[in-house]
């Protein structure tokens, strides 16, 4: 096994040609979000990864391995629910609640313009579901929402955690896989959602197609 220990965020400073010819690394989320994992690169080379805890890999970083090659990081295809707003029955602003109510729950979040994307939960899907939102399963690669202050080091405050899903998995402090702000804050009420009357119980699945 060889191993990689350094990090270079999106491949800055090197020459696109060569980040083109190394190997690859495919890796969904949750390997991604660890310091330490092993993997197989696309030359079939078994690969160690040591990083420093609390460092994150996104699509496009190169890892430089021990004997000096270079290895570029691929987010792999995922199963992922895709959060968009109904047009029929919402409005784009739904979309900006619907984050609010996840990053409340601490779920790891990728913001797109026009849709939201987080791991498959049945439970949050219900409930945007009842929100007027549309909420649909696909295989995407998944690239959640990093910390407010970045991640250009690989210690910001965005951290992989899968919250004791996987063992072997390692606790270190808030290595979480989502964002902290640790100064005082007042404690705020949830937000309040109006539901119409019509609604009540009412679950708006995929397509909106409601017959009111």
């Not at 009420?189 to 909106?208: F, N, R, S, T």
């Amino acid at each position: 096994m060889i191993h990689a220990t350094k990090r270079i965020a999106g491949g800055a400073g090197l020459a696109a040609v060569l980040v083109k010819r190394a190997p690859t690394l495919e890796l969904d989320w949750d390997t991604r979000s660890k310091s330490r994992f092993s993997a197989t690169d696309s030359t079939g080379r078994e690969i160690g990864v040591v990083l420093p805890r609390g460092t994150n890999l996104r699509g496009g970083d190169v890892l430089v391995a021990e004997d000096g090659t270079l290895l570029r990081v691929v987010a792999a295809a995922q199963a992922v629910q895709q959060v968009r707003f109904c047009a029929e029955h919402g409005q784009p602003f739904d979309l900006l609640r619907a984050a609010y109510h996840l990053g409340n729950r601490h779920v790891p979040l990728e913001l797109q313009p026009d849709l939201l994307q987080f791991e498959p939960d049945p439970v949050l899907a219900d409930m945007l579901r009842r929100q007027h939102l549309i909420v649909t399963e696909a295989r995407a690669a998944f690239e959640p929402e990093g910390g407010a202050y970045g991640e250009g080091s690989g210690h910001g405050h965005h951290h992989g955690h899968d919250h004791g899903h996987h063992e072997g998995h390692e606790h270190h402090g808030h290595d979480h896989g989502h964002a902290h702000e640790h100064a005082a804050a007042p404690a705020r009420k949830p937000l309040a959602i109006p539901v119409k009357a019509h609604d009540a119980g009412h679950v708006h699945g995929p397509g909106c197609n409601h017959d009111h």
